[in-house]
């Protein structure tokens, strides 16, 4: 199995700009999860989805973050005008259960976000 | 109060010493208990579950104190690979994630 995968790896944008995050969870996996990362903060739940329904937003910071899983294979994440501090780690993961199961989650690689 | 928390090193050891983390948590209704390691750069990896009655993997022995709402990670001859961050990670009806614990191991 290729694993979780994000795209792009890295992205540098000017503030006001939109930011689009790609997730593409591993097959099968009914859960698929947003987290942000920071030093500050650390790893922070945004939003996640069980069988591409939203279940959970309340992560997501202000109205300028939307999430979306148009299908079990595919989820966005968009910042809509994007601000510095925005700049930030984001990781997609997914999960074969429940989220308080015994599976654990599987993350992608993250996705290095810095607005400048 | 932080759902999870966990002090934040770094902790410098060296090889072949063993060495131990904590983590409390706030949720008493938390029904499952992980160790995740993040290398620098890199994302969470599962490293193991962590069961009521204590278990062992290795050279990794997790422990959970529900009464107390407490986890620990020992890590015995630690090696130079080792070097991370830790991740105490509570869930109940989601995954909350403490901001880690990070281990130097020196040669």
């Known amino acids: 199995d290729a694993g979780v995968i994000q795209s792009p790896r890295h992205e540098v944008t000017e503030m006001g700009q939109e930011v689009t995050l790609r997730c593409k969870p591993i097959?099968?996996?009914?859960?698929l999860f947003w987290y942000r990362q920071t030093m500050m903060r650390g790893l922070e739940l945004l939003i996640y989805f069980n069988n591409n329904v939203p279940i959970d937003d309340s992560g997501m910071p202000e109205d300028r973050f939307s999430a979306k899983m148009p299908n079990a294979s595919f989820s966005t994440l968009k910042i809509q005008p994007s601000e510095p501090r925005d700049s930030a780690v984001y990781f997609c993961?997914?999960?074969?259960?429940?989220?308080?199961?015994?599976?654990?989650?599987?993350f992608g690689s993250g996705t290095r976000l810095t607005v400048v | 109060r932080k759902e999870v928390e966990q002090d934040p090193g770094p902790f410098n050891v060296p090889e072949g010493a063993t060495v131990a983390f904590n983590c409390t948590y706030s949720n008493s209704a938390s029904q499952s208990f992980f160790w995740y390691r993040q290398d620098c750069r890199k994302e969470p990896k599962l490293l193991m579950s962590?069961?009521?009655s204590g278990n062992e993997d290795g050279r990794f022995t997790a422990q959970l104190n529900r009464a107390s709402q407490y986890i620990s990670l020992l890590i015995r001859d630690s090696k130079l690979s080792d070097s991370a961050t830790y991740l105490c990670v509570v869930g109940f009806q989601k995954l909350v994630f403490g901001t880690g614990t990070r281990l130097l191991v020196s040669p």
């Open positions: 962590v069961y009521s």
């Open positions: 993961a997914s999960s074969l259960a429940g989220t308080g199961s015994g599976s654990g989650y599987t």
């Open positions: 097959s099968g996996h009914d859960y």
